[in-house]
């Protein structure tokens, strides 16, 4: 069994993954680091949300798992075919 596990906080973004055993895999993150100031939550929010896949990504490949790749249908092409 693998266990995967998410972590966000105000400023990082995280993955861990562990084993049945408790061997941890993997535990990648990525911090946001705002140019000047404190911690803008928007723009936080914004840097966590485009470094998710490429942590979670990251993580997958350090814990030797394959990602499954799945086309995804654009919405038009979902409507065109429900209308039919």
């Known amino acids: 069994m693998i266990c995967l596990g998410f972590e966000g906080t105000a400023h990082t973004f995280g993955v861990g ?9 993997a535990n990648v993150s990525k911090a946001y ?3 000047e100031g404190g911690i803008h939550p928007r723009e936080a929010a ?3 949300s485009k470094n998710a896949r490429k942590v979670l990504d990251k993580g ?4 030797g798992i394959e990602r499954i790749k799945k086309k995804r249908k ?3 092409q979902e409507k065109e ?4």
């Open 81 to 84: 075919r429900v209308r039919k």
């Open 46 to 48: 914004q840097a966590h």
């Open 17 to 25: 993954i562990v084993n049945s055993d408790g061997e941890v895999l």
């Open 74 to 76: 654009r919405l038009g």
């Open 60 to 63: 997958l490949k350090e814990a």
């Open 33 to 35: 680091e705002p140019e």
